[in-house]
């Protein structure tokens, strides 16, 4: 069983940054998609970043100039750095892996208040 392991979350700040991580039990190849996600209250799961299976980023048009994803397969893990955040930002995320099946983390809270 494969499992996901986020961290990084927390309260920040409006303007702020966080770096969120996610660690893989598995070893991950870049031909895996894998990428963030995230859920606010009230709204549907959706994409924040991810790479696909080509080796391409897609970034949500709201996040793009402020997030930048990066993977180390060495480390078996993924990161999502966050800059200027804003309080829509706020949300649980998710690590999402892409192999034979689909497999998610828990979540990571990223609140942004002042």
């Known amino acids: 069983q494969v499992q996901l392991v986020e961290s990084g979350g927390g309260l920040v700040q409006p303007g702020g940054s966080l770096r969120l991580s996610c660690a893989a039990s598995?070893?991950?190849?870049?031909?895996?998609?894998m990428g963030w996600y995230r859920q606010a209250p009230g709204k549907q799961r959706e994409l924040v970043a991810s790479?696909?299976?080509?080796?391409?980023?897609n970034y949500a048009d709201s996040v793009k100039g402020r997030f930048t994803i990066t993977r180390d397969n060495a480390k078996n893990t993924v990161y999502l750095q966050m800059n200027s955040l804003k309080p829509e930002d706020t949300a649980v995320y998710y690590c999402?892996?892409?192999?034979?099946?689909?497999?998610w983390g828990q979540g990571t809270q990223v609140t942004v208040s002042s």
């Open positions: 790479f696909t299976s080509g080796g391409s980023i």
């Open positions: 999402r892996l892409t192999m034979v099946a689909d497999y």
């Open positions: 598995t070893r991950i190849f870049s031909v895996y998609p």
